[in-house]
């Protein structure tokens, strides 16, 4: 069984940092893709940021300039470091991995972390 298990959200100023972290644990042969998504009240979850195995990233729109995707793939695990933070960025953040073991290949998510950005 496979988990992806977020942290780093809380609670920022406007203009503050946070660096989220998604571990993936479990029976894992080869994780392909990684990415983060974000869901604000009442809106459709979208897109943040992907990045592939060989390390190719892309970033929508909302995050360019900001945010910063990346893996270490020795720990199984994704960062996303988000500077300049707006009130805008505020949303449940969520971890997304394409994942292959011996026998199957599948699509997880984690549980979500909560980033909040208010003064």
């Known amino acids: 069984q496979v988990q992806l298990v977020e942290s780093g959200g809380g609670l920022v100023q406007p203009g503050g940092s946070l660096r989220l972290s998604c571990a993936a644990s479990?029976?894992?042969?080869?994780?392909?893709?990684m990415g983060w998504y974000r869901q604000a009240p009442g809106k459709e979850r979208e897109l943040v940021a992907t990045i592939t195995a060989n390390g190719r990233t892309n970033y929508a729109d909302s995050g360019k300039g900001r945010f910063t995707i990346s893996r270490d793939n020795a720990k199984n695990t994704v960062y996303l470091q988000m500077n300049s933070l707006k009130p805008e960025d505020t949303a449940v953040y969520y971890c997304n991995a394409d994942i292959g073991g011996l026998d199957y290949r599948s699509d997880y998510w984690g549980q979500g972390t909560r980033v909040t950005v208010s003064s």
């Open positions: 479990g029976s894992i042969f080869s994780i392909y893709a």
